[in-house]
């Protein structure tokens, strides 16, 4: 078994190549086993749309049943849901099958015991059982809910627009769009639908929002409809990118900023966190709106994990993952944080290329990827960390974000994909690439002599 596929905040790879039935089996029996020795008996089981879901779901299955924990399966959900029913419902925790963002021969796992979401360690010692041979065994039984309507009359209750809105909607042929459809319209939207059909081979763009190649067709349709904004979701439902009624995109760092005025409204000093790729226009903007910022790891699991351990109220990440504890139960759901796009939408007096006229202009790119092998990604990140703290003050909670009098850039190694992911933003335009060509150049230089 490829060691690699065991991330720091889920399980990840090829299918064919990484997984297959037997392995999927291994992962079960491992989460089993993990999860039954921190007490649950019954735990939830989804999938997402992607071709090798059916494939896999029932060798999942198969190999948690035989630890002696029974299972609870969904089938087909948006991981929102999954999280929704380890939550609310009477299980001990739940493992979602699906690759996320991935292109669509991948596919992967992301779970729960209890109310935390695996990460780091404890991914690891899935690994360590499997290794080990080190399995529970026992008899579990298997039955089967469908939770949509429940989830779904649970989310209406939460949220309240004050008027109705025309928006549009790209699911990427991702299975976020079972949920949200009928939400924007239990809340009055006119709602405009492009990719909603669920089809694991991603044939019209790739499902992941944070990519402007994949947002064009939801920017077109949201101008030639007159539409107040577009919604894009991941493959997997978890995550949201936003369109303005201009066509313009917004980065998650400034829905996040747009997010967290309405939640300071509301709870003033609350703790809103941000991860290293945001912008410091987002820790600014939320201490001047009477708010604790926070800067972490960038990571759904680990984010998760430090919202807990200092009582935020609201966290998001650049890549569109929105964790609302405000009024909801803490986890990243793309269609609730499109309801509550809708709510603030629906209250301003401005549209939405507007919400944030009076934030400073400031130059950034969007997230830059550069193809690194997962075996070197990490000792590019050390040495990075080293080089740069000789000359300049580097943040390194993930990675090394480099700070600078009139701006930053920041390199860090995806979790997630064999790439390192950079960021950068500068008071001017000048300034912005000579902060790129420091940190970049002798990235680029490293990462060549590892190949050597």
């Known amino acids: 078994m490829n060691p690699l596929i065991f991330r720091e905040y889920d399980i990840r790879g090829i299918v064919g190549e990484d997984l297959d039935e037997s392995t ?23 999938r997402d749309g992607r071709l090798s879901g059916p494939v896999l779901e029932p060798a999942v299955c198969e190999g948690i049943i035989s630890t002696g924990i029974s ?15 380890a939550t609310t419902g009477n299980v001990g925790g739940g493992l979602q099958i699906t690759g996320s963002h991935n292109p669509p021969n991948y596919n992967g796992f992301k779970g729960m015991v209890g ?8 991914i690891q010692e899935l690994y360590r059982i499997i290794q080990m041979n080190d399995f529970e065994t026992g008899k579990g039984t298997v039955a089967t809910l469908n939770p949509l309507a429940q989830y779904g009359d649970d989310l209406a209750g939460r949220l309240h627009p004050s008027r109705k809105l025309k928006v549009v909607l790209d699911a990427g042929n991702g299975v976020g769009g079972m949920t949200a459809v009928p939400l924007l319209k239990r809340l009055g939207c006119e709602v405009i639908e492009l990719f909603t059909d669920v089809d694991g081979n991603f044939p019209n763009h790739g499902a992941d929002p944070t990519v402007p190649a994949n947002m064009v067709d939801l920017q077109k349709a949201v101008v030639q409809h007159h539409a107040e904004f577009g919604i894009g979701l991941d493959g997997d439902g978890d995550r949201i990118g936003i369109v303005d009624e201009t066509g313009g995109l917004l980065y998650g760092d400034r829905i996040l900023m747009i997010f967290a005025r309405q939640v300071l409204q509301e709870n003033p000093g609350a703790a809103i966190l941000g991860e290293v790729k945001c912008s410091n226009l987002l820790y600014e903007d939320i ?44 986890f990243d759901d793309a269609t609730y944080a499109a309801g509550r796009f809708v709510e603030v939408v629906a209250a301003s007096k401005v549209p939405t290329s507007q919400l944030l006229a009076d934030v400073p202009k400031t130059f950034s790119t969007p997230e830059i990827r550069i193809d690194c092998p997962d ?78």
């Open 71 to 85: 299972v609870l399966r969904l089938g087909m959900v948006p991981t929102p849901v999954l999280y929704y029913v």
């Open 375 to 452: 075996s070197v990604k990490f000792k590019i990140i050390e040495k990075a960390q080293t080089a740069f703290k000789l000359t300049y003050n580097v943040i390194d909670i993930d990675g090394a974000r480099i700070v600078f009098p009139d701006g930053w850039g920041l390199v860090r190694a995806s979790n997630t994909q064999p790439v390192l992911v950079m960021r950068f933003e500068a008071q001017t335009e000048k300034r912005l690439q000579e902060i790129r060509d420091l940190v970049e150049k002798p990235i680029q230089l490293w990462i060549e002599e590892s190949g050597k």
């Open 115 to 122: 109310d935390d979401t695996l990460h780091g360690p404890h």
């Open 287 to 330: 201490a001047k709106h009477d708010g604790r910022p926070i800067m972490w790891k960038t990571g759904h699991s680990l984010i998760k994990a430090k919202m807990k351990e200092e009582h935020v109220k609201l966290a998001g990440e650049m890549s569109g993952h929105m964790f609302f504890a405000d009024r909801f139960y803490g």
């Open 24 to 46: 999927a089996k291994l992962i079960g029996q491992a989460y089993g086993t993990y999860a039954k020795r921190l007490g649950a008996v019954k735990v939830a089981l989804g």
